[in-house]
C-alpha cells in the first residue's frame, strides 16, 4: 500500500434520527420503526495541500451536519422503486405498500432517491451528498459509514473523480 494521510471524523452531532423500512427481496417490508442513525466520515489522500493540510476539515464537517439535518426528525421514504405507491395531496403524503397505508404531513417526509432506505444506500447518498464539496482538494478516497444501532452499520468507499487539482507536498510520487 502506498504511503498515504487520511482524517476520520465521527464527531458526537453527525447523527439523525428517522422512521423507515425497509423492502425486501422476497416481496415484503420491515414495519415502519425508527433509528438514531449515526454517521463516520473517512477522507484519505498520498499528501497534503500548500498549507500541509489533506482538507479543510471545518467545511466537511458543516456538509455532513448539514445532511444529517436534512433528513433528522423525518421519515425517510424510497423515491426510486415501483414497489410503493406515493401520492402527495392535501399537504399530506400517503404511502401504500402490500395492503398497508401511511399517511403524514408532508413536512415529516423526505422522499429519498433511493430504490431503498437502507443502510448501504443512505451511505451511498451521503457519499454522493459529499464527493462534490472535496473537488480540487488533495483527497482522493472518500468513505461514509452509516450505522442505525450500536454494532450494524454500513460503509460506501470509493475514490474521488479526478484527483488532487496540484501535487500535493508530502507525496511519494
Known amino acids: 500500500m502506498l504511503p498515504r494521510f487520511e482524517i476520520r471524523l465521527a464527531k458526537e452531532d453527525f447523527k439523525f434520527s428517522a422512521a423507515h423500512f425497509t423492502l425486501f427481496p ?5 414495519l415502519l420503526h425508527g433509528h438514531n442513525y449515526r454517521v463516520r466520515v473517512s477522507l484519505a489522500g498520498p499528501g497534503l495541500d500548500g498549507v500541509g493540510l489533506l ?3 471545518a467545511a466537511v ?4 451536519r448539514a445532511s444529517c439535518a436534512a433528513w433528522d426528525e423525518r421519515t425517510l421514504i424510497p423515491a426510486e422503486t415501483d414497489r410503493l405507491e ?4 392535501g399537504g399530506g403524503v400517503e404511502v401504500r405498500f402490500d395492503g398497508r397505508s401511511y399517511r403524514f404531513p408532508e413536512d415529516d417526509v423526505v422522499l429519498v432517491p433511493l430504490a431503498n432506505v437502507s443502510i448501504e444506500l443512505l451511505a451511498r447518498r451521503l457519499w454522493d451528498e459529499l464527493a462534490p464539496a472535496l473537488a480540487g482538494t488533495a483527497v482522493e478516497e472518500l468513505t461514509v459509514e452509516v450505522e442505525e444501532t450500536p454494532g450494524q452499520s454500513a460503509a460506501y468507499a470509493a475514490r474521488l473523480p479526478g484527483g488532487p487539482v496540484e501535487a500535493p507536498i508530502g507525496a511519494d510520487r
Open 55 to 57: 482538507v479543510d476539515a
Open 86 to 89: 406515493v401520492r402527495r395531496e
Open 26 to 30: 422476497d416481496g415484503r417490508a420491515e
Open 61 to 64: 464537517k458543516r456538509r455532513v
